[in-house]
T-cell receptor
Framework: GENVEQHPSTLSVQEGDSAVIKCTYS??????FPWYKQELGKGPQLIID?????GEKKDQRIAVTLNKTAKHFSLHITETQPEDSAVYFC?????????????FGTGTRLKVLA | NAGVTQTPKFRVLKTGQSMTLLCAQD?????MYWYRQDPGMGLRLIHY???????AKGEVPDGYNVSRLKKQNFLLGLESAAPSQTSVYFC???????????FGAGTRLSVL
């Protein structure tokens, strides 16, 4: 079945440094790729997403890049801050049976050290 | 701005007991989803609904039943809980043909 591999599983960076999380997907028909941030005890919250017709998207300190040929996409966080510490999930999805069903990666625990 | 609300937040069951998890959304979303989250496995889709009165199986539906009697509510039932169902359960909702899903805060369930 379809799957999404996410690396690394844990990542520690110094405050102010950049963090990069990478995901690879198997279903070539996937056309929507969201990134979610999950803080302790809370539900996942969308932080940025990208569609397959776009190669890169940026929102302030956060950016996502997509390489459709290689079937991988990455989350880039610049100038990291302690409040960026959380678990980040990538997902790949496509429209099927009337709705977008997500296949999630296994998550990356990011620690930003002050 | 309630969004997606899940009740209860925590629950401990004994093996064989039954319970229902409630998800309510106030965004008038047509689509609703139930996921489970286990360590090292990300979120996996249990069941979903594309409208009132409709439900469909996801990736891991065994041992669970769902009902969508009202548009704003999506119930997840465990008829005979097993230790393998110890997990954190998340509900999400979305609009038709729009890919963004909005998640609740989760229900942490332990089955002893």
């Amino acid at each position: 079945g379809e799957n999404v591999e996410q690396h690394p599983s844990t990542l520690s960076v110094q405050e102010g440094d950049s963090a990069v999380i990478k995901c690879t997907y198997s279903d070539s028909a996937s056309n929507y790729f969201p990134w979610y941030k999950q803080e302790l005890g809370k539900g996942p919250q969308l932080i940025i997403d990208i569609r397959s017709n776009v190669g890169e998207k940026k929102d302030q300190r956060i950016a996502v890049t997509l390489n459709k040929t290689a079937k991988h996409f990455s989350l880039h966080i610049t100038e990291t801050q302690p409040e960026d510490s959380a678990v980040y999930f990538c997902a790949a999805s496509r429209l099927g049976s009337g709705t977008y069903k997500y296949i999630f990666g296994t998550g990356t625990r990011l620690k930003v050290l002050a | 701005n309630a969004g997606v609300t899940q009740t209860p937040k925590f629950r401990v069951l004994k093996t064989g007991q039954s319970m229902t998890l409630l998800c309510a959304q106030d965004m008038n979303h047509e689509y609703m989803y139930w996921y489970r989250q286990d360590p090292g496995m990300g979120l996996r889709l249990i069941h979903y609904s594309v409208g009132e009165g409709t439900t469909a199986k996801g990736e891991v539906p065994d041992g669970y039943n769902v009902s969508r009697l009202k548009k704003q509510n999506f119930l997840l039932g465990l008829e005979s809980a097993a230790p393998s169902q110890t997990s954190v359960y998340f509900c999400a909702s979305s609009t038709p043909l729009a890919p963004i899903q909005y998640f609740g805060a989760g229900t942490r369930l332990s089955v002893l």
